[in-house]
């Protein structure tokens, strides 16, 4: 099987949908940013503090290139990740693109409490959200080749439908 690239706002279940995926098919679970933190021995807030958000962007396509030539991995990508064209295109090589979406409302209530949030530091609140979601949105659905939404839904029925528009199977 291709690899499934999960994309979508900050919260929108990414990482969490991720999990129960690798756990439902045996799939290999890769974290985008947690990868990213491990190879710069550093958190994403301090690379973006540090280095600015291209040099970010930047590790982003690098680890998207290694994917090239690999099968059945689950990816947690970025938020931003598929801002940058190159790295649609990489995704879209070597699997599909799933995108998670969420309500503005439900975005906040999942990453109030967050401090790891670099993109939404100093502006926690859901009309700030909204805004960004909405100028991310065409982008997030123009590269998308299977969109869910994940709003009051459990992960198991949100996964369910993910496995069967991709094609993928649950491991016996």
Known sequence: MKNIFLIGFMGAGKS????ELAALTGAERVEMDQLIERQQNMAITDIFAR???TYFRDLETEVLRSFSGKNGQIVSCGGGSVLREENARLMKESGQIVLLAAQPGTIYERVKDSTNRPVL???MNVEYIRGLMEKRRTRYEAVADITVTTDGRDVRSVC????QKTGWQAAD
Request: proline residues 0%; without cysteine; hydrophobic residues 35%.
């Open 16 to 19: 969490t949908v991720a999990g």
């Open 51 to 53: 280095h600015g958000e």
């Open 121 to 123: 530091n100093g502006n």
């Open 160 to 163: 369910a439908e993910i496995l």
